[in-house]
């Protein structure tokens, strides 16, 4: 199948899952018992001002407008805007824009350290297959995916910043050092699958035929390791690291919130603890966009490296 025919039937499922997530999102909101107008509010409002905030927010709409009206914020890309609404305040977007860019650097240091941590041990898991180092690779990650986040980034600050004073303190977003400790934390976790997959990968290319050709030339065996062996496992790695990629920049909520960073897991979970509709709607969509967009520059990329995923 053409790649153009590929392409448009992935854009069109792209859109129809970030419309479902906006409707999800929408619904699930207006599920939550309780009154979001007492929690902006406060209970000492008078009833003006109680009123003033339900117009603000649009609860005094029927549902299908208050629809429309996210509808409308979603195309005039504002994604609405925080009530009570005084001159000058932001929008969602804006919002969401200030801490987008500790959310893009945590997910990108994550995924560097997992990559560094998780390659080499799942070439050494597989050229060592059954031997104590292969129990070894797959002990060290089993622990960094069992370790749970809520108590590494605490041990790991207590560790490096409280005891040793190598790093800067968790509340220095813009320090470089100061992100090395959550992509560890979060990067841990990701290790453990990637090099489980490596693993697996390159056990099944070093049955190739290719293999034994390559060694019948007389190449090193690291050699034949690495540019033969290696390349050709990537894919499937590739094609799961830029998944998980996707769900982190949905957002570390623990790890931003251990570290005390800004970004988008913990901008929603402060619009969740206010009952902000506008405020949890926009940045619910921002994460699926983003999701969305890294899963379909996934597909992509799988339908040209191999064909048959086209006609799938």
């Known amino acids: 199948m053409p790649i153009g025919p590929f392409l448009l039937r992935r854009l069109g499922s792209s859109a129809l899952a970030v419309l479902g997530v906006s409707v999800l999102v929408f619904l699930f909101l207006h599920l939550v018992p309780g009154d979001p107008v007492d929690r902006l509010a406060g209970g000492e409002a008078t009833p003006e001002q109680r009123a003033v905030m339900a117009r603000c927010m649009h609860l005094d709409r029927p549902l299908p407008v208050q629809f429309g009206i996210f509808l409308r914020n979603i195309a005039n890309a504002t994604l609405g805007r925080q009530c009570p609404d005084p001159a000058g305040k932001p929008t969602v977007l804006q919002r969401v824009l200030e801490v987008l860019p500790y959310t893009i650097q945590l997910a990108l240091g994550g995924m560097l350290v997992a990559l560094l941590l998780a ?26 995916i069992s370790m749970p986040t809520m108590w590494m980034g605490p041990l790991v600050i207590s560790i490096f910043f409280l005891e040793l004073g190598w790093l800067p303190g968790p509340a220095e977003p813009d320090a470089a050092f100061a992100l090395l400790l959550p992509s560890v934390v ?33 190449l090193p065996e690291w050699l034949v390791i690495v540019k033969h062996g290696l390349r050709n496992a990537l894919l499937p790695v590739i094609t799961v690291a830029g998944l998980q990629f996707g769900a982190l920049l949905g957002g570390a909520i623990i790890t931003e919130k ?55």
């Not at 390659?119 to 060290?140: F, H, K």
């Not at 490596?198 to 049955?207: D, M, Y």
């Not at 520059?297 to 799988?302: E, H, M, S």
């Open 186 to 218: 979060v990067g841990t976790h990701l290790m453990a699958m990637l090099s489980r997959m490596t693993r697996s990968s390159l056990l099944e290319v070093l049955r190739e035929d290719f293999m034994t050709t390559a060694r019948a030339k007389g």
């Open 258 to 312: 251990v570290f005390a960073r800004p970004g988008l897991g913990t901008l929603l979970l402060d619009g969740i603890s206010e009952r902000n509709y506008p405020l949890v709607q926009g940045t619910v969509l921002v994460v699926a966009v983003c999701y969305v967009t890294v899963n379909l520059l996934v597909d992509l990329a799988y339908g040209v490296a191999d064909p048959r995923v086209r006609r799938a």
């Open 119 to 144: 390659l080499p041990l799942g070439v050494v898991a597989a050229v060592r297959r059954g031997s104590w180092i292969d129990a070894l690779a797959a002990l060290v990650s089993l622990s960094g």
